[in-house]
Each structure stands twice: as structure tokens, then as C-alpha cells.
């Protein structure tokens, strides 16, 4: 069954640091977002990308945060320079063009900003 | 107007019971309703969903019940098994294929032997 999939699983990092989450999305799914899980609490909205560009982002999604498709299979979420309340679980999720709009979430990438 | 409320916070339901998780939204133009289960240390994963022109959504053991007029839609697991135990997430989201779901704030739901 096709997946997403996202590495690393774990990363930890100094506040300050850059940081690069990547995601392999489903092979022909067209839509793809990040999202992110603060240990315990709900899946938020990042940041929504179609067709090479951003479609839609959150208020959470800020100057610090940026993503790109570099070479048309990985997806990527860059955090330029990290804080304590960047540490969280990171999903990156696909969509395929057409029919019931299901979200396929990888099974994250958990950072921890020290 | 983005927000969807999601109840119980957490559920212990025994074997065999059912369990029932209630989530409520304020934007109408919602018109897609999933489950996720997410089991600890994986990601979200579809479990059923509905769309509002049906009342109710039947997979399995799993049920939608959809109330368009109170913008209020539940799921209910019925023969509820200790492999349910899980947090569950309500969402919605708006007619497009690009648009992002909004997710409930979660139900931990435990079922005892």
C-alpha cells in the first residue's frame, strides 16, 4: 500500500538552528501539507502547497518556516531558526487531485528544540 | 468560525461496549467530515468520513451520525475492542481539494476487558 514518508523520525536540535524535516509523498497525489501535533494536543494546520507553490498557511506558519519541492518526489519543511515551541510532532500529509479528498499523513517527525 | 469542539476528552468504554464521541462545528461551509485514529508515536489515519447530504455512514463497526440543522456529528464504535483504544479526531474542511482539515481537540478512548 503506497505511504508517505517522513525522516527523520526524531531530531533534536539547538534553538537557533536550522532544521529540514522531508517527506517522500503518495507517488501521484498532487496536494501536500504540513501539519504539527504539540505533544498531547491537537493536529494544527500548517501550511497547505499545489503545483509548486503555497496554497494556504496558518498564522503559526510565520517568516521562520518555509517549504519547497526541490526535485518533484521530496517535500520539505525548513525552520530557519528553531525555538523551545517549535518542539512537536511534524506530519507531512498528501492528496491525490481528484475524488474523496482523503489526507494521507506519514507517521511524523518528532523534534525536540532544546 | 474555524473551530471544531470535540467531546469527550477522553472515553473508557469496557469490551464490548459502545463507544461515542461527539464533535460540533460553527462553519457551514464545511461540507466534509472525517475520523481519524491515531495510535501513540503514528500518524493519523482516515477511518471513516461523511459528507452532509446523508444523515448517517455505516463501515464495519464504525458509524457517522451527521446533523446538518445542529452542525453537530458523532461517532459511535459499536463492540467496542481493546485494539480501539486510540485517540480519535473529528475534522472538517471546506469544498476544494486543496483545503486543509481543522481538527477536534481529540478523544483518548480506552477499552477495558
Known amino acids: 500500500e503506497p505511504e508517505v514518508t517522513q525522516t527523520p523520525s526524531h531530531q533534536v536540535t539547538q534553538m537557533g538552528q536550522e532544521v529540514i524535516l522531508r517527506c517522500v509523498p503518495i507517488?501521484?497525489?498532487?496536494?501536500f501539507y504540513w501539519y504539527r501535533q504539540i505533544l498531547g494536543q491537537k493536529v494544527e494546520f500548517l501550511v497547505s502547497?499545489?503545483?509548486?507553490?503555497?496554497?494556504?498557511k496558518s498564522e503559526i506558519f510565520d517568516d521562520q518556516f518555509s517549504v519547497e519541492r526541490p526535485d518533484g518526489s521530496n517535500f520539505t519543511l525548513k525552520i530557519r531558526s528553531t525555538k523551545l515551541e517549535d518542539s512537536a510532532m511534524y506530519f507531512c500529509?498528501?492528496?491525490?487531485?481528484?475524488?474523496?479528498?482523503?489526507?494521507?499523513f506519514g507517521e511524523g517527525s518528532r523534534l525536540t528544540v532544546l | 468560525q474555524q473551530q471544531v469542539k470535540q467531546s469527550p476528552q477522553s472515553l473508557i468504554v469496557q469490551k464490548g461496549g459502545i463507544s461515542i464521541i461527539n464533535c460540533a462545528y460553527e462553519?457551514?461551509?464545511?461540507?466534509?467530515f472525517p475520523w481519524y485514529q491515531q495510535f501513540p508515536g503514528k500518524g493519523p489515519a482516515l477511518l471513516i468520513a461523511?459528507?452532509?447530504?446523508?444523515s448517517e455512514k455505516k463501515e464495519g463497526r464504525f458509524t457517522i451520525s451527521f446533523n446538518k440543522s445542529a452542525k453537530q456529528f458523532s461517532l459511535h464504535i459499536m463492540d467496542s475492542q481493546p485494539g480501539d483504544s486510540a485517540t480519535y479526531f473529528c475534522?472538517?474542511?471546506?469544498?476544494?481539494?486543496?483545503?486543509?482539515?481543522?481538527f477536534g481537540t481529540g478523544t483518548r478512548l480506552q477499552v477495558t476487558l
Open positions: 500529509a498528501s492528496r491525490e487531485g481528484t475524488g474523496t479528498g482523503e489526507l494521507f
Open positions: 475534522a472538517a474542511s471546506r469544498p476544494g481539494t486543496a483545503s486543509k482539515l481543522t
Open positions: 502547497f499545489y503545483n509548486n507553490e503555497i496554497s494556504e
Open positions: 461523511i459528507r452532509p447530504d446523508v
Open positions: 462553519n457551514t461551509a464545511f461540507d466534509y
Open positions: 507517488s501521484n497525489h498532487l496536494y
